[in-house]
C-alpha cells in the first residue's frame, strides 16, 4: 500500500501477443483482482490491465506516487497487478531497473514477475494479424510468409549486434530479455502459454497461490470459489 493505493504485487510483463490479455482477464473476472485506473494524461496509452509506466520517460519522472495512483485504493482484500507487455522486448532492462528503484529491497521481496511465453512463430503469426486488422498494416497486400521475408532481411546479423530487427521477429528474442528481468529482479517465473491455452485453471491457480504466498496477500478468491473457464481472450 502507498498513499492509499494498492500497489501490484504481480508484474505480468510479456510478451506481446502471447495471451497477456487473456490472463490478465481472467484474474479480473474470475480470481477477484481489482482492476487498474486509466491515467489521467495524455503521455501515452493506458488502461485498467497495461499502465505503461516504466518504460515511459514522462510518466516514470512523475515518481512512485503518480504510479499508485493508476490503482485502487488499498484494502485487505485488493490485489492488482500491471500487465503491461511493453515491460519485455527493447524495454526490459530499463523496466526492470526502474521497478527495483522504485519499490525498493524490502516490496521487491513480496512481488512476484512472470512472463508469459508463446512459439515465437505463433506469436509473430498472431503480430501480423493483429497489426493487419486493426491498425491497417500490410496494405501491400503481402501474405504472412512475405511480409516475414521481408521483415527478416537483414535481421541475423542486427540480432549478432544485438540490434533491433522490427517488432514481428525481435519480441520473439525472449532469451536477453529473461536476462535483463533476471538480472535485476532475481526470481523471474515463466508461464509456457501452451500449458496456459490448454490448463487454465491450474496455471492461474498456482499463481495466484505463488504470489499470495510471497506478498503476504489473502486477497482475491479462494480456489474452491473458482468456476474454471478456458481462455478467450489474446
Not at 501477443?17 to 482477464?25: A, E, I
Not at 513480496?110 to 493483429?130: E, G, K, M, N, Q
Request: hydrophobic share 35%.
Amino acid at each position: 500500500c502507498h498513499n492509499g493505493h494498492q500497489l501490484p504485487s504481480l508484474f505480468l510483463v510479456g510478451a506481446m501477443k502471447c495471451g497477456t490479455t487473456s490472463l490478465t482477464q481472467q484474474l479480473f473476472d474470475e480470481w477477484g483482482y481489482s482492476r487498474g485506473v486509466k491515467f489521467p494524461d495524455s503521455l501515452g496509452w493506458s488502461d485498467e490491465k497495461e499502465h505503461h509506466f516504466f518504460e515511459l520517460d514522462s510518466r516514470f519522472k512523475k515518481g512512485l506516487d503518480y504510479y499508485a495512483t493508476s490503482f485502487p485504493p488499498c484494502g485487505e482484500h485488493v490485489m492488482t497487478i500491471d500487465a503491461t507487455p511493453n515491460y519485455f522486448y527493447e524495454n526490459a532492462h530499463k523496466a526492470a531497473a526502474r521497478i527495483k528503484e522504485l519499490y525498493g529491497p524490502e516490496r521487491m521481496r513480496r512481488t512476484t514477475f512472470a512472463a508469459i511465453l508463446c512459439d515465437p512463430v505463433a506469436r509473430a503469426h498472431s503480430y501480423y494479424y493483429h497489426f493487419q486488422v486493426n491498425y491497417g498494416c500490410c496494405k501491400d497486400g503481402k501474405t504472412f510468409r512475405e511480409y516475414t521475408r521481408s521483415a527478416a532481411h537483414g535481421a541475423a546479423d542486427k540480432i549478432n549486434k544485438r540490434e533491433k530487427v522490427g517488432g514481428i521477429w525481435s519480441i520473439g528474442l525472449y532469451g536477453r530479455d529473461i536476462d535483463a528481468w533476471v538480472e535485476q529482479v532475481g526470481d523471474f517465473t515463466i508461464i509456457p502459454a501452451v500449458t496456459y491455452f490448454e490448463h487454465a485453471d491450474d496455471t492461474l491457480r498456482a499463481l495466484v497461490a505463488a504470489v499470495k504466498a510471497k506478498s503476504g496477500q489473502v486477497g482475491g478468491k479462494e480456489a474452491a470459489s473458482h468456476a474454471a473457464r478456458a481462455p478467450t481472450k489474446n
